[in-house]
């Protein structure tokens, strides 16, 4: 058999067999081609190289003067535009703090809208919330990363080359502070 790629700048192929090795170079997808010698015979399949629900994570997470201080950081070779999130408070008692003035008072909702290069983390004050309380009862930040868009692109499952990405709610990853909080419900 012989084996070839779509892109070789996201992975290389190589093998003779029905046995390849893939070996990726970038954060995408691409489609291998496996031919078998006599050209009768074809395989297609589709290779991710990095797991796009981890290209940005929560590095950091307090709060000073009972507001929320928040590092991101971007693990993919992608250039992030926009990082998109969500938030919960609560204070000493774990009674949820009223954190937006939205029709769900208890979920506040924002973006980072810099720019966030290779390895690249958050800045301070770079932070958009999005119709947020002044309630300074906070004790308590329960914080996840929701989605991202990114100039560069990903590919979606399918194949299908795509700028947005959102992270089904089942696969939130929540992240407390302080971490040894008794248990919470979002």
Known sequence: MSWTNTDESIATVKGTTNRFKVTGQRW??????????DGGFTVEIYT???????????????????K?????????????????????????????????LTNDQNKLQGTYDMPLAEGESTTHGQFTFYRP??????????????????DTGYYDRNGKLQYNYNIDEEQWEWVTYPANTGSLDK
């Not at 990095?50 to 940005?56: I, K, P, S």
């Not at 590092?71 to 009223?98: C, T, W």
């Not at 309630?135 to 929701?146: K, M, N, P, S, W």
Request: aromatic share 6%; net charge negative.
């Open 48 to 66: 991710d190289v990095g797991t796009l629900r981890h290209a940005v994570t929560v590095s950091d997470v307090s709060i000073k003067d009972g």
């Open 28 to 37: 995408g997808r691409c489609k291998i081609t496996g031919t078998t010698e």
């Open 133 to 150: 309380s002044d309630d300074a009862g906070l004790a308590i930040l329960q914080f996840t990363v929701t989605g991202w868009s990114t």
């Open 68 to 100: 929320p201080y928040v590092k991101l950081k971007n693990h993919s070779d992608m250039n992030i535009s926009q990082v998109r999130f969500e938030m919960l408070g609560y204070d000493n008692a774990l009674q949820p703090v009223v954190m937006s």
